[in-house]
């Protein structure tokens, strides 16, 4: 898969958040979109990921149309909502009626490392769990790309070592962007691409 932005540029009202941003996104690599807080890292990965239209440019993806992105694609953010009357299995459950796992549901329950919670509704759970479940469904569904934003907010340090773990384990030919402004949620590898460059 590739993800080719040309020109690409979102506004609000007339402020414009970022523009003239042309980049080539290629399978088997990861991209950290970088930047202070408030520079339109999630803007640009919304946009990316299809959920908002931007204000010029195009955006193309070689192996589906536009319209059709979301069949492709998993996304973990903070700002994303879980279902809160649902227990953790329903959500696994749900979820994975609309993307393939990777993995045996059993299995994803095993590695979660939430399976005290299996039957308790996501609405007690606390922000760093709702964190941990939204990665894991991320994490596990297949996907040509993956888009997380800011993945380890709300995280203890047990939590982001089983981040890193998870994030080690993804398809090798796998597009990932990691929306971050913390060095620790992305590879050392990682092509960094400067949302303040297109501003």
Do not use: C
Not at 79 to 105: A, G, S
Not at 139 to 153: G, R, V
């Amino acid at each position: 898969m590739k993800i080719v932005a040309d020109k690409l540029g979102k506004r609000f009202n007339r402020e414009w958040v970022f523009r003239n941003f042309s980049y080539e996104f290629d399978s088997g690599n990861f991209y950290a979109i970088t930047g202070p807080n408030g520079s339109g890292k999630s803007t640009l990965m919304q946009v990316l990921w299809g959920q908002m239209q931007p204000s010029a440019g195009t955006l193309a993806y070689s192996s589906v149309e536009p319209s059709e992105i979301y069949t492709t694609i998993s996304i973990a953010a903070p700002y994303l909502d879980l279902i809160e009357e649902f227990t953790l299995q329903e959500m696994v459950e749900f979820h994975f009626k609309f993307k393939k796992p990777r993995l045996p549901l059993g299995r994803l329950f095993e590695i979660s490392g939430l399976q005290p919670a299996m039957h308790k509704q996501v609405s007690t759970f606390s922000s760093g769990m709702r964190q941990r479940l939204k990665l894991l469904l991320a994490f596990y569904a297949e996907a040509e790309a993956l888009f997380l934003d800011e993945p380890t907010t709300n995280l203890d340090q047990n939590s982001i070592g089983w981040y890193k773990e998870h994030l080690a384990l993804i398809p090798k030919e796998t597009i990932v962007l990691i929306a971050s402004n913390q060095e620790h949620e992305y590879p050392a590898s990682a092509h960094k691409v400067d949302i303040l460059h297109y501003k």
